[in-house]
């Protein structure tokens, strides 16, 4: 997602997540959620990476307010990607929810 | 990082990049970066993960406040540093500065 500064502001929402090993489809859902989430009302854009050696991975989604982050948290079938997150795909996981309150660009 | 809600608000600086293809000395400089962001006042953390086949990361730096990131963007190592990448390192990058409003942690 790419914004000018005056779009701002406008809300990020950082998940930094340690995966488990197994698979267990997980990338099914991953994607299934990418495409849920970019249908709900006040989405404005994901961005992800995941380093394949520590597990480690970075998504962040970005939404037009806090209502919208709450609808989408309150939605059925992302509640039950959630519980399985815990259940089989997250060893560990931080949700972080911000205000975006500047943006900087560079396109070389 | 690890923070509890009770720590918010906080800061973040999400730097999402695409990479050019040379290396060309970006993984010292990202490490002495790292570094040298870990010794100023008021870091709190840092987090970064890239996929290697789309050549896209995530670095999310968290900061007590924005007098804390304005410090280091004047830190005239750190002012080379990303003089450097937009000359050779990288094709893009949008760097946003957000406001940590909640933070939930899971941990299995």
């Avoid at 099914?28 to 990476?49: N, P, T």
């Avoid at 997150?85 to 911000?98: D, F, P, T, V």
Wanted: aromatic share 12%; net charge negative; charged share 30%.
């Amino acid at each position: 997602m790419q914004h000018g500064s005056d779009f701002t502001p406008y809300y990020a929402v950082i998940f930094t997540t340690t995966r488990t090993e197994a698979d267990n489809g997980y990338h099914e859902m991953a994607a299934r959620m990418e495409e849920l989430a970019s249908e709900q009302e006040g989405y404005l854009g994901i961005e992800s990476a995941r380093n394949e050696s520590s597990r480690v991975g970075i998504t962040v989604s970005y939404w037009r307010d806090l209502e919208s982050i709450k609808k989408w948290r309150e939605n059925a079938e992302h509640q039950l990607a959630r519980k399985l997150g815990k259940e089989k795909w997250y060893a560990h996981y931080q949700l972080r929810i911000c205000k975006v309150e500047r943006v900087y660009g560079f396109e070389a």
